[in-house]
């Protein structure tokens, strides 16, 4: 079993609907990262998790320590949002990041 | 924030020779990671490169087959040794953790096809 899992891994929205990508771990940690990587193979940042819930623009990224489960939600979803979406864990006590396999998102016009 | 570099951003091989991989960084981080994505793979973490010291290898790497230089804060090299189309992947670069409490970042990476 994977240490990292997410789902679901493929994902085919239309614009404008809401779309959540979830994430559970089974190590400890100390934080938790969501990625994006467009087709070019580049890998941007857009949150790092500790607690709580952190929003930017039309995205929102929450954790639930306790049940070791990460979401992140995309509204009013938009074409330019497709992309692969990866969760990574940052080990406790360590710099050391674990990738899910990641959740490739499609949206349509 | 940090802005990575890399050199080259793709590149195709045959099977046998050597590939050196560069990555700039435009301030000075402590530690720099690799990663290797295999064809609809996810990230996996190679070594990480420390400033002064040797490298630090994960399992089922070693440093024959990829030799990591690390001269300064800004710099680092990884090389793909004696390469096989297995060694067809993204390699990455990245800086992050606890020097960046906010984020992590990733160079642009490179395309490595292995003939």
């Known amino acids: 079993k994977n240490e990292v899992e997410q789902s679901p891994q493929n994902l085919t929205a239309q614009e404008g609907e809401f779309i959540t990508i979830n994430c559970s771990y089974s190590v400890g940690i100390s934080a938790l990262h969501w990625l994006q990587q467009h087709p070019g193979g580049g890998i941007v940042s857009l949150f790092m998790?500790?607690?709580g819930k952190k929003k930017h623009g039309r995205l929102i990224a929450t954790i639930n320590i306790q049940e070791k489960h990460s979401s992140l939600h995309i509204t009013a979803s938009h074409p330019r949002d497709s992309a692969v979406y990866i969760c990574a864990v940052q080990l406790y006590n360590t710099d050391k990041l674990i990738f899910g396999t990641g959740t490739r998102l499609q949206v349509f016009p | 924030s940090a802005v990575i570099s890399q050199k080259p951003s793709r590149d195709i091989c045959q099977r046998g020779t050597s590939l050196t991989i560069q990555c700039q960084v435009d301030?000075?981080?402590?530690?720099m990671f690799w990663y290797r994505q295999q064809p609809g793979q996810s990230l996996t973490l190679i070594a990480t490169?420390?400033?002064?010291?040797?490298?630090?290898?994960e399992s089922g790497f070693v440093i024959d087959k990829f030799p990591i230089s690390r001269p300064n804060l800004t710099f680092s090299t990884l090389t793909v040794s004696n390469m096989s189309p297995e060694d067809s992947s993204i390699y990455l670069c990245?800086?992050?953790?606890?020097?960046?409490?906010?984020?992590?970042?990733f160079g642009p990476g490179t395309r490595l096809t292995v003939l």
């Open positions: 301030s000075q981080v402590t530690m």
């Open positions: 998790l500790s607690s």
């Open positions: 990245s800086v992050g953790g606890t020097a960046y409490t906010d984020t992590q970042y």
């Open positions: 490169a420390n400033q002064g010291s040797e490298a630090t290898y």
